[in-house]
């Protein structure tokens, strides 16, 4: 984490970050078939291009934000045994190939890497 110049031990908050992983894929698989059943969702009225798919992620991002000041985090990395928010929000949705393609991010990016993590 730059702002602290500290790691978030993976081994630490490896079964955490499995379960946030597994969780937005699991919701993403929910709000799709709610799309199937009920149709799209009407779009922003100021932000006509953003997709549903995309408002999933993004309110998915939101949910996680948070101010935590330098001291906070430090404490969290080293007895947490999440991953910090931000931390958790884009190891989760770099590892969803959904994200990625409503994002169109490019492929070996950060954000739509070659190799993921996959769970269930």
């Excluded at 908050?13 to 969780?23: H, P, S």
């Excluded at 492929?107 to 993921?116: L, M």
Aim: glycine share 4%.
């Amino acid at each position: 984490i730059p702002e602290i110049g500290m790691n978030v031990n993976g081994v630490f908050t490896q079964r955490e970050n499995v379960a946030d992983l597994g969780g937005l894929k699991a919701a993403f698989r929910a709000y799709q078939s709610f799309l199937a059943v009920n149709g799209p969702e009407p779009r922003l009225p100021n932000f006509p291009e953003i997709t549903n798919n995309q408002l999933f992620f993004i309110g998915f991002a939101q949910s996680w934000c948070t101010n935590a000041n330098k001291q906070l985090r430090v404490r969290l990395v080293l007895n947490d045994n999440h991953a910090p928010n931000d931390a958790r929000v884009q190891l989760s949705t770099r590892n969803l190939p959904e994200f990625a393609k409503a994002f169109n991010c490019p492929h070996n990016s950060k954000t739509n890497p070659a190799s993921r993590c996959e769970v269930w």
